[in-house]
């Protein structure tokens, strides 16, 4: 018998609750000085986001995260992907809507490793705005 | 400002270089407010320490608003951000100073547009890649 505490298989497909995010100017403003970005199109009144501002709604696999127990000193973030269908600016309204999208157990030198990717749909309206999907590897 | 012109892009087009400032653990907090990534693991040494690394690391999302950075600054506004990926290859820590660097990997017209794919690294100061990074940039 395996002492793995890995993560069940059966959770991959699993849909979790969606939640909304309201995009501020303030909050656009933060992140790019938080990045050192001084680019002049996340300033001013009519600003869009830069493009791993969308980090900003990750709360969805916080969410997963915890409903999987994962201990956070024991994982890694291994990966990120954003497609992209238009810029995020202020005022939009976003809809976020996690899901587990797979999850692979590899044997590496420190022992077994789970890697589990999420999927975040971001609509605004209906419309899709941005799909993020973010890979982390825990350690048994 | 955009430099790209479709007719004078190739593959091994190289992108204007990206140097970042050494990463503060005080950008860390900011990042960590601004992110909304509140791991205690980038700003609690106690808690990076039973985690088992020597302090503090930076957000692996920190390395990618660079990678993001290079592609925005040179791409954007003109031209659409399409996707963007980033896989985190190593530790990053307060101290270390990242430069990004791309080329053009592939440029092709699907469904109309046209398109560009490139091949992002970011390396600190002593050379390791850190990060590596792919871009789809849709040209007008």
């Known amino acids: 018998m395996s002492e793995s505490k890995g993560i069940d298989p059966g959770v991959v497909g699993k849909e979790y609750p969606s939640y909304t995010f309201e995009v501020e100017k303030g909050r656009i403003r933060a992140f790019a000085d938080a990045i050192g970005d001084d680019n002049s199109l996340y300033q001013g009144d009519d600003p869009i986001a830069p493009p791993t501002f969308a980090t900003c709604f990750r709360d969805g696999e916080f969410t997963i995260l915890q409903d999987l127990n994962v201990d956070l000193r024991k994982l890694l973030h291994g990966e990120q992907e954003y497609e992209y269908h238009r810029p995020i600016k202020p005022g939009d309204v976003l809809t976020c809507t996690p899901r587990i999208a797979s999850l692979k157990s590899k044997e590496t030198k420190k022992g077994t490793m789970d890697f589990l990717t999420t999927e975040v749909q971001i609509t605004a309206n209906d419309e899709l705005v941005c799909v993020a999907r973010s890979t982390v590897a825990i350690r048994h | ?140």
């Open chain 2, 1 to 140: 400002m955009s430099q790209i012109s479709w007719d004078a892009l190739e593959e091994g087009t190289e992108l204007p270089k990206l140097v970042k400032p050494a990463i503060t653990t005080t950008q860390l907090v900011k990042y960590a407010g601004a992110s909304g990534d509140f791991n205690p693991i980038h700003y609690d040494k106690d808690f990076a320490q039973q985690a088992g690394l020597d302090g503090v690391i930076a957000h692996g999302m920190l390395t990618m608003a660079f990678v993001g950075q290079l592609v925005t600054d040179w791409a954007w506004p003109d031209h659409e951000l399409v996707k963007l990926s980033t896989r985190f290859r190593a530790i990053t820590v307060p101290g270390d100073e990242i430069t990004c660097t791309g080329k053009v990997t592939k440029k092709y017209e699907e469904d109309g547009k046209k398109l560009v794919n490139v091949a992002i690294e970011a390396k600190n100061a002593k050379g390791d890649v850190t990060a590596t990074g792919s871009a789809t940039i849709a040209v007008s």
